[in-house]
């Protein structure tokens, strides 16, 4: 199963768009992708909102239960 984190940030128009192509470029590099950029205060600022996938993985009861008896059994790691 797939969720998806949100999450944004806040750039100033006057720090120019090396600051902006920087930032982005490091978060893109941990997972982070662009879904939208937009203006506001008069074209002051910008917001960029991106989106990271989480991966959940399932419970698997037969494998759970075969970690807990070799646990109970020495033949797991504790």
Do not use: C, Y
Request: glycine content about 12%; charged content about 30%.
């Amino acid at each position: 199963m797939n969720k998806w984190e949100h999450k944004f940030l806040v750039f100033d128009a006057e720090n120019g768009p090396k600051n902006v192509i920087d930032n982005l470029n490091t978060e893109g590099e941990i997972g982070w992708e662009l879904t939208t950029i937009i203006s506001v205060g008069g074209g002051n600022h910008m917001i960029a909102f991106l989106k990271r996938q989480i991966d959940i993985k399932m419970p698997d009861p037969t494998e759970d239960k075969k970690a807990d008896i070799a646990k109970l059994w020495g033949g797991g790691e504790e």
